[in-house]
Structures are given as C-alpha cells and as structure tokens.
C-alpha cells in the first residue's frame, strides 16, 4: 500500500472513539464483521477478476455483458462454497446477500445473476407450494438453473391489475397457455432476460373459461437447458443501453401461445385443480410478499451506497485542500469549510438513519412473515404501507444526497473512475423499479386516509399510526429530539387532517371518489413523506437508544451526535411545515441553527474515523478519490493513463481526418 496522505493520517490521529468498535456495531457484532471480511478476502482474491488491460468503462456493450458474465461465474463460485448457500437457505440469508456490497467491487454496474438471487429464489420461497419448493429451489439455489422475475411490462408497471400477459387454463391437456395480446403486453426490464436466465417468474392474468382470476404467478422456462435457445413461443430480447446497470442484461419477453404444465402455476397461496376450480388465496395481498421481501432490502441496500458515497466525499474532502480561510495561511482543507460539512455529515447520519430503519422493518417483516405462514394477516396492510414509503422517501434522499457528494467533490467527482456516476444511477434507479415512488407514496396514503377514517369510528390505529390520535395541545415548542419528532408528528397529523377535509370538499362538489382523490394527490403524497418521516426519525433515535447501551462512551456519544444531527437537519428542511402546523418561533429556529452549526463542529475531528468505520475495501468502495491511503491525484493520474486513447503518442483519425482539414485538403 503507498503511504497514507499526511492530511488523512492526521485526522484519523483527531479521531476520539475506536473505529473498530463502531465497525462491529453496525455489523451487527464482533463475529459479523469477521465472516464478512473473511468473505471479501476469499472473494476478492479470486484470479481474473481484477487487473484486466482494458478497463470495463473503455470495454463495448457487448463486450461488458459478456465480461460481466465471465466475472459472474467465478465470483459465485466462490462466493457460495462455504456460505450455506448449496444448502437449506432462508430470506434472512438472502436478504444478506441482497444486501452485499461486495458484488460492487466484482461488477461496476451490477451483476447478470442479481435477480436469481434477490427476486427468482425469493419468488420461490414465498410463492411455491412445499411439493414445488421441493423440486426447484434446490435446483435454483445450487444455480443449475438461473431464473428472473417477470412482472413490468412495456405497457404497465406499478399498475400490476393493468398488466396485460394471459395465461388461460386448458382442461383438455391440464395446461397453461400463455399469450401476449398486444406489443405493450411483453415483460420489459427483468434483469438477467435477455440471455442469461434460462427460467423466470411470470406474473398473468389467469383466465379459466373465459373468466380472469386476476395476476398469478408461474415459472415458466424460457431457454433449453442444453442449448440456451429460446424456447418455441417465446420471444426474447435485450431492451438496450441505459442509465445504468448496462450489465444486468435487462430484457423482453413475449408469449405466442405457450403452453406450460398446470403444476408450473405457484400454488402455495392460490392453486388451479385439474377440473379447473380455482381456489382462491386467503389473502389477495398474499401474491405480492415477494415484492414487500424486495423493498424491504432496497432500503438496507441504499444505506450501503450512501455510506460509499460519504466515505469517498469526507476522505477527498480531508485530502483536497482549496483556498485561504484566511490571507497568508496555507489553503485550507475542504472539509475545515462549514459549507462542505454541512453538505457531508448528514450523508454519514442518513447512512446510519436507513440502515437502523431497514433492520427494524426487516424484523417487522420477519414478524409478519411468520404470522403468514399460520394465517394471521393482521399486520400485512401496515407493513405494506410501511415498505411503500420508506422504500419512496429511503431511494430519494440517497439518489439526492449521493448527487450531494458528488458535487463536494467538484470537477473529479464528474470523474467516472470516482465512483459517483455508478453509485448515483445505482440509487436513482430504486426510485423506479419495485414500485415507482409517487405511486408508492400514494398506496400509504391510502392506508392513512383508511385508517383516519377508521379511527373516527372508534377504532384504534395501527401501531406505528397511533401518533395520529394524539389530541394532546402542543403548547410550547421543545428543541430536543424528542420535541422535534413531536413536532414532525402533529405536522403528519396535520397534513393527513388536510387531505381527508380535502377529499370530502372534492367529493361535495360531485366528484367520484376515484376524481376526488386524484384531485387531492399532491396533499397525499406530502400527507405520505411526513408520516414516513415520523417513522425515519422516531425509529433512528428508539432504535440507537435500544442498541447502543453496552457500547463505550464515546462510541455512543458519537452516534447520539448522528441521530441528533440528523433530526435537526429535517427540521431546518421542513420548517415551513413546522411554522405551519406547531408553535416553534423564530426564536426556537435560531437557536437550531446554532445547534446545527455546533453538532458539526463537534463531528468535525471524528468525519474520517466516521466513515473509515464503514470498513470499505478499496476494492469495494471503487473510487480514485476515497481510497483509504488518500493517494488521490496519483490514482487519477494512474486511471487516465489506462484509457486506449493514451496508448500512442498520434491518434489514428490526426492523419485520417484532422491533418487534411487543417492544411485544406478536405
């Protein structure tokens, strides 16, 4: 390793608390971190790779898909030997590998095989009855097969009623057939579709004589086995470059009667008998558990990328140094700027925000999993509405706050070889896939409107809703953080009072139900994010508070700093709000800005402990600007000099093109 920047090692000498300590913390213990490194020092000492000549950014599209494939293979080779995945394997497993960061430093804009893992083996799990877990998910988790999951269709997204793909029961041959009707009914977007999968997870509307059943899942196989054609009645294709993820191999898939055996329906929640008699799920709700699985772990995954995105930007900023603070003084550090703190420190908190709130939703979905496979549906409409618009508010302020370090970088962070091009179009996607965030934000919406309503009858509120029946006058404003959250609290209580009023005064005036509401969406969108920012904020502080006691002093003082700055941030964000529906006075907000202004201060000496404690491999973290030595004007420089172009001295196109045109003989 080259020696360590002078300016890097010098703060992390200011560091006041063991780095070490807080590593094992956000593992989750001392044992955590040790498999995980363990698990990265196998991985990422794999021959081939790393160390190619051309690097992947200069390669063709072509050309990255099948090099990401050819990395692919090695990576799960060794990343499953040992690691209980040719075994029996559960979602808590899953959700792990889910959650890795270590494919990012294997795959620069993810992996072929990503949606095997995080949507056809889960699909399987949640889906299939136990004679159908039986003979695929073997199958599946030793990855002889290689499977996606098939719901987006050109023409319809969120919107999963509007899809389009029929799968009509036969009763002469006991099968499903399974048509596109129109061109917008092909699937469009499943990872790993276009030539790697060879089965997939199909959502259709099931028709049995004539009648729709609505959307049911099947897993259809798509490719032979031995000769990876499609198969006949199957149409496949890729959907072309994108923003990102150009080596997920995104697909199309479209049906000309495509017959498949009735078994091949999932049937562990509603099932087709020979007969045809459809038996009907206990639970309509129950055929979209893989989705709420799969939300759930985009917001854990989310924290992952912002914590990479603040260790890149403290580090740089620790390294970078930019004008005078004042005249005759060397040039400052960057990160010695309020300014850059200011756009900083909140990425680390907000890393730490996510992260507590996935591990807490994961455990409520943990919990309503289990109540499921006994029949107990009473928790699923909250956590529906729960995963919906953490998963909507989580992708947001990461894709926002991740763009935020990019621009504390300046010009390098512009840089591909920064990092931040493949971490934005990473976050900025979750915006989009697994529920488009406007709509999510809508589907929570409905569940508080419900619920008010509800609650007006007499009935009680949900338990992370029961703040809304809170009638208790706010009097006097407190600057703590549990007076903030009381604050954020009657503001959601208040907005969701507005929407509702506004929803009758729309239906008054003779609008349908379906008119009013469309009328009062941007009141129930706004009603939406501040209930989850209830749940962000009051969940970050309970959560540090239960966890945090058997940890040392400045350990826990550090991330009481965090949770503090964090909830005061949101409160200068959303003072309008706050003016609007509490007492807090221009007094009250002065005096959070100096609040503000002194948790940096205080935060200041521990930035790079904060973010070293992340405990990213340079490997992972994939940036010429935050690796841990610091070394960041020699790794640029390193960087271009692999670019193609610089490999002769005269370009081809001087004497083909440039030549000619300057001495005017074009």
Not at 70 to 97: C, H, P, Q, T, W
Not at 326 to 331: C, M, Y
Not at 377 to 392: F, G, M, N, V, Y
Request: glycine letters at 6%.
């Amino acid at each position: 390793m080259s020696a360590v920047n002078i300016d890097l090692l010098n703060d992390r000498k200011k560091c006041d608390f063991n780095v070490e300590e807080l590593t094992n913390y956000l593992d989750g213990g001392v044992r955590e971190t040790n498999e995980r490194r363990k698990i990265e020092e196998k991985v990422l000492s794999i021959k081939g790779l790393f160390g190619q000549e051309i690097p992947e950014e200069y390669l063709s599209h072509k050309e990255k898909y099948e090099n990401a494939i050819r990395k692919a293979v090695l990576f799960y080779k060794v990343f499953n030997e040992g690691n209980g995945v040719n075994g029996d394997i559960g979602k808590a497993r899953l959700s792990s590998m889910f959650k890795s960061t270590l494919p990012s430093a294997v795959f620069k804009e993810a992996s072929p095989f990503s949606l095997h893992f995080s949507m056809f083996i889960p699909s399987i799990l949640g889906l299939a009855d136990e004679e159908q877990k039986a003979r695929w998910l073997k199958r599946a988790m030793n990855m002889e097969i290689l499977g996606t999951y098939a719901q987006t269709e050109l023409g319809h997204g969120t919107f999963i009623r509007g899809l389009e793909t029929r799968a009509t029961y036969d009763l002469n041959t006991e099968e499903f057939i399974l048509h596109s009707p129109t061109l917008t009914s092909y699937k469009w977007w499943p990872g790993s579709l276009a030539h790697t999968a060879n089965y997939c997870i199909v959502m259709a509307q099931l028709y049995i004589k004539d009648k729709n059943y609505g959307i049911q899942p099947f897993l259809v196989q798509i490719r032979d086995e031995e000769t990876h054609m499609p198969l006949s009645g199957i149409k496949l294709g890729e959907i072309g470059a994108k923003f990102g993820f150009n080596t997920v191999n995104n697909g199309f898939l479209g049906f000309e009667n495509h017959r498949i055996p009735r078994d091949r329906m999932l049937m562990k929640n509603a099932q087709v008998l020979k007969d045809g008699t459809f038996k009907k799920a206990p639970n309509s709700k129950l055929t979209y558990g893989t989705m709420v699985y799969v939300r759930v772990n985009i917001v854990a995954l989310m924290s992952k990328h912002l914590a990479k995105a603040a260790t890149v930007a403290v580090r740089y900023s620790a390294v970078r140094r930019q004008s005078q603070l004042k005249p005759g003084e060397p040039e400052a550090q960057i990160l010695d700027y309020v300014t850059q703190q200011h756009k900083l420190f909140i990425a680390v908190a907000s890393s730490h925000a996510i992260s507590v709130n996935a591990q807490w939703l994961w455990n409520l979905y943990d919990k309503v999993s289990q109540d499921l496979e006994v029949g107990k549906t009473d928790d699923l409409p909250e956590l529906h509405a729960l995963a919906c618009c953490i998963k909507a508010v989580c992708t947001a302020d990461v894709s926002y706050l991740i763009e935020k370090c990019r621009l504390a970088c300046g010009g390098h962070g512009y840089m591909l070889c920064s990092g931040f091009p493949q971490m934005y179009s990473t976050a900025t996607a979750a915006c989009t896939y697994e529920g488009e965030n406007t709509v999510l934000m809508l589907q929570t919406a409905r569940s508080l409107v419900k619920s008010w309503e509800q609650a007006s009858k007499g009935k009680a509120f949900s338990p992370t809703m029961a703040y809304l029946g809170d009638k208790t006058p706010l009097t006097k404003w407190e600057n703590s953080v549990d007076g903030i959250i009381k604050g954020f609290e009657r503001v959601a209580a208040g907005k969701l009072r507005l929407s509702v009023a506004s929803l009758k005064k729309y239906s008054k005036s003779g609008l349908s139900p379906e008119d009013a509401w469309n009328s009062t969406s941007i009141h129930l969108v706004a009603a939406s994010e501040a209930h989850c920012r209830v749940i962000l904020l009051s969940t970050y502080k309970s959560e540090i508070d239960r966890t945090s006691s058997s940890l040392s002093g400045p350990v826990k003082r550090i991330l009481s700093q965090l949770v503090e700055l964090y909830v005061i941030y949101w409160a200068l964000e959303k003072l309008g709000d706050l003016l609007l529906y509490t007492t807090i006075s221009e007094t009250d907000v002065q005096e959070l800005q100096s609040l503000y202004e002194d948790l940096l201060f205080k935060i200041r000496p521990n930035a790079v402990g904060l973010v070293d404690a992340f405990d990213f491999r340079d490997e992972i973290l994939g940036s010429t600007l935050g690796a841990y030595d610091g070394q960041v004007y020699k790794r640029l420089m390193e960087d271009a000099m692999k670019s193609p172009l610089n490999k002769e001295p005269v370009n081809q196109s001087f004497h083909k093109y440039l030549k000619p045109f300057m001495q005017g003989k074009l």
